[in-house]
């Protein structure tokens, strides 16, 4: 019975995907209203190291970071638009992303979803 149901975990654990899966040029759709998209550029470099590079909206990514855990491949870093930062933590979800940001000084948190770029 044991054996059965290591064998059972096993086969439902998901190895995450790789960070160069992540990588590269994504489209973020900030609208409010479905009906009315608002999208905005994202690009995402995921060092070895387990930083992440690139900018979105805009602005260049500071003090990002990477992760590959329990079967997720998501990323958390801080931009700027110079009245005080955003945090986002967004995650490969699939063939596309889902993320959030978050800023204090705006009083807002937006829940958004990226795709590849047609």
Partial sequence: MFAALAVVALLTVQDPPPAADMDGTWSVDL????AQPYYQPMNLTL??????????????????????????????????DGAGP??????LSGDHVEGQTWAEHRNFVFIWRADRPS
């Fill in 31 to 34: 609208a409010t209203d479905p």
């Fill in 86 to 91: 955003y945090h986002t933590a967004a995650c």
């Fill in 47 to 80: 060092k070895a190291d387990g930083v992440v590079t690139g900018d979105f909206y805009n602005s260049r990514i500071e003090a990002g970071r990477w992760k590959r855990q329990h079967g997720r491949l998501c990323v958390s870093f801080r931009t700027t």
